[in-house]
Nanobody, 116 residues
Framework: QVQFVESGGGLVQPGGSLRLSCAASGINFRTNAMAWYRQAPGNQRELVATISRSGRTSYADSVKGRFTISRDNAKNTVALQMNSLKPDDTGVYYC??????????WGQGTQVTVSP
């Protein structure tokens, strides 16, 4: 059974940092590119960052230079280090395989709120 358990969200002031973690199970983690997505209130879910099987990373323009995605294949985990947070970064953050769509399994996500 596929499962993604996201954690690490919270309330932070603008300019602050958070580190999100995701534990994946039920998939062949090593053979999948992984990604972080987010959904702000009233908006569609959007791709934030991806990491390939070999560790190559890519980022949405809005987070480049501020967010860093990483993975640990031994532990089946993927992380997202978020620095210099902005109010526009507010939303529910999800991890999943890269190119996941609405018919894929999605976890509960973790809420990130950036507010003074």
């Amino acid at each position: 059974q596929v499962q993604f358990v996201e954690s690490g969200g919270g309330l932070v002031q603008p300019g602050g940092s958070l580190r999100l973690s995701c534990a994946a199970s039920g998939i062949n983690f090593r053979t999948n590119a992984m990604a972080w997505y987010r959904q702000a209130p009233g908006n569609q879910r959007e791709l934030v960052a991806t990491i390939s099987r070999s560790g190559r990373t890519s980022y949405a323009d809005s987070v480049k230079g501020r967010f860093t995605i990483s993975r640990d294949n031994a532990k089946n985990t993927v992380a997202l280090q978020m620095n210099s947070l902005k109010p526009d970064d507010t939303g529910v953050y999800y991890c999943n395989i890269a190119n996941a769509g609405p018919t894929n399994y999605w976890g509960q996500g973790t809420q990130v709120t950036v507010s003074p």
